[in-house]
């Protein structure tokens, strides 16, 4: 409140975490101004169905419990009441409360304070007459002591606007007095020490936070967090002068000093989070007070090729289920064959090119030698592939349904992808009509695939760097090479500011034209995700197995199936 009451301070910008009476602090000006200092006051949110709910949930509360305020402010029971969810009248000034797209609102009449929550959510433009900010603030030229007041959480690094301002400012930060040493330093995660545990087992398995406890960054010194939220603690400026240049003071604040948020629940939501971007996000800017920069920090592709490993054999130890991954082009067919064990952990087989139309029978004849072959471990035992996901997208989708559907015993599938990050990464698989010289001929099985929900998963996969858990293998072999990894990480994520819905955008980086490699992965991985395997029961199937004679043998003859009965051809047909 120092800052606010201060007649030199004419803007005032604070970026705040979640759970630090970022809120409070914007009621207490309010109430100041209709108590004290009363005059007229325009609140923007980013929406007005925002603004309705602080109304009612934020306004509404604190004059009803606050009796200096509630005796200025008109009983919104009575007739001939001002108070309305939208405007809130008492003697000397209105407080009016708008949306950041609502042009009229913010264009219309003098106003002295300008209050603006979630700026970071604003839209662009109010309507068709420009930014919502400088529209407001045009407002306040006829006032000497006009102040304005910008608050929001940080949103994503080059996009934000709250941080734009807050730099600005005199760029405060509360840094926190340490009991060994006294120097001040702000409390960030990279000061934090835990000790994490596992609850739970398999795929149920979660990671927790215990014996917490600071260092200092100056003595080394130990602290708990009930203690350092007992020290004292100060606001510092790294850009002091802006108080006078510019009039303005602005602050930046973490969850790690608030009272409400303990720092075990921080920690636990970002343990949660890792391995989705998403998540990951939401903790860094609600939790950590952080810009989110996706910075598509995996390793360049020299790093992950010095990671490729000499394989003992076709399959190592651990592989346990094998899928295909096969992408369609209009004069060939690019592959991956990758090995699924448990937890994640993959193992890349084989891949390469066939050259050939995909409407010829002597390309799909040349893939059949993939779909057919038998990969084998040290010891003999062999492993087929437990299903093949090819690509129906481009011009032969109707060629691509009728192959596999001839082939739909060695459960090879026609997929269609689709982009967005709402879309689930697999979904049942729906009949779809095979087309020819345009008649309905016959009828196949196709999976739509969430290909940006695949992405996410590869990217996060390839940033894990001990072989275990979602660890992805590569084998030291020339068909991985630079060009591979180089189409591997050929996406990334952007934020599209403009976009209203979904502004995550896998867009391809400069230089990676050619993303097979990725898109190859992509319907492996959706293949086995699909199937549901029992990693457990596999595991023990090969334990069981009798080793072949013939092992090292690239492609052994298949045995001879049994047909089979009719009764399970009726179900597979008719029942997924």
């Known amino acids: 409140m120092d800052a606010f009451t201060d ?173 060994h040493c006294g120097e001040y330093n702000e409390i960030v995660f990279e000061s934090i020490r835990y000790t994490k545990i596992e609850i739970g087992e398999g795929e149920k398995k979660k990671c927790q936070a215990t014996d917490i406890y600071y260092i200092c960054p100056s003595c080394g010194g130990i602290s708990t967090e009930a203690e350092m939220k007992k020290q004292p603690a100060r606001w510092e400026a790294d850009n002091p002068d802006a108080y006078g240049t510019n009039s303005t003071r602005s602050f930046w604040l973490s969850a790690w000093i608030s009272p409400w948020a303990s720092w075990a629940s921080t920690i636990n939501e970002f343990l949660e989070a890792i391995g989705n971007p998403l998540k990951m996000q939401v903790v860094y800017n609600t939790r950590f007070g952080l810009l989110w920069e996706n910075r598509g920090d995996i390793e360049d592709e020299d790093s992950i090729m010095a990671r490729r490993e000499e394989y003992s054999a076709e399959l190592p130890n651990g592989v346990l289920l094998l899928t295909l991954g096969v992408d369609t082009q209009d004069d060939r067919f690019e592959y991956e064959v990758v090995g699924h064990g448990h937890f994640g952990e993959t193992w890349s087989i084989m891949r390469g090119v066939i050259l050939g139309r995909p409407d010829d029978d002597e390309t799909w004849a040349e893939l059949d030698l993939i779909i057919d072959r038998i990969f084998r471990f040290e010891n003999g035992v062999g492993l087929p592939i437990s299903t093949t996901f090819i690509d129906e997208g481009g011009h032969f989708t109707q060629e691509v349904r009728i192959h596999c559907l001839q082939r739909q015993g060695k459960k090879v599938f026609a997929i269609k992808g689709r982009g967005g990050s709402d879309i689930p990464y697999t979904s049942p698989p729906k009949k779809q009509k095979i087309v020819y010289r345009r008649r309905i001929v016959a009828t196949c099985w196709v999976f739509e695939i969430g290909v940006d929900a695949g992405k996410e998963i590869i990217m996060d996969n390839l940033k894990v760097q001990t072989p275990g858990k979602r660890y992805c293998h590569f084998p030291k072999r020339d068909e991985y090479g630079k060009d591979y990894f180089k189409g591997l990480l050929s996406e990334h994520l952007v934020y599209k500011k403009d976009r209203k819905t979904n502004p995550w955008v896998w867009e391809k980086i400069a230089g990676h034209e050619r993303n097979e490699p990725l898109d190859c992965r992509n319907y492996a991985l959706a293949g086995a995700k699909a199937l549901q395997p029992d990693y457990d029961a596999l595991e023990q199937k090969l334990r069981n197995a009798v080793p072949n004679s013939t092992a090292g043998a690239s492609v052994p003859k298949r045995a001879k199936q049994k047909p089979k009965s009719s009764k399970n051809k009726k179900i597979y047909n008719n029942e997924w």
């Open 7 to 179: 007649p030199k301070v004419r803007h005032i910008v604070i970026v705040s975490a979640s759970q630090v009476g970022k809120s409070e602090t914007i009621n207490n000006m309010l109430g100041y101004i209709i108590d004290q200092d009363p005059s007229s006051i325009l609140f923007i949110h980013p929406n007005i169905v925002d603004a309705k709910d602080y109304s009612k949930l934020r306004i509404a509360p604190m004059i009803r419990d606050c009796k200096a305020l509630r005796e200025k402010v008109s009983d919104p029971k009575s007739r001939d009441s001002a108070n309305t969810i939208m405007q809130k009248s008492y003697p000397g000034g209105i407080l009016t409360l708008c949306g950041s797209t609502e042009a009229h609102a913010l264009a219309s009449k003098p106003i002295r304070y300008i209050f603006g929550d979630e700026r970071d959510r604003w839209a662009s433009s109010a309507g068709t007459e420009g930014d919502p900010w400088k529209l407001a603030s045009a407002r306040q030229i006829t006032f000497y002591n006009a102040k304005s007041v910008e608050v929001s959480t940080p949103t994503v690094k080059g996009s934000s606007v709250i941080a734009d301002a807050y730099m600005l400012g005199t760029q405060e930060r509360w840094k926190t007095r340490c009991p």
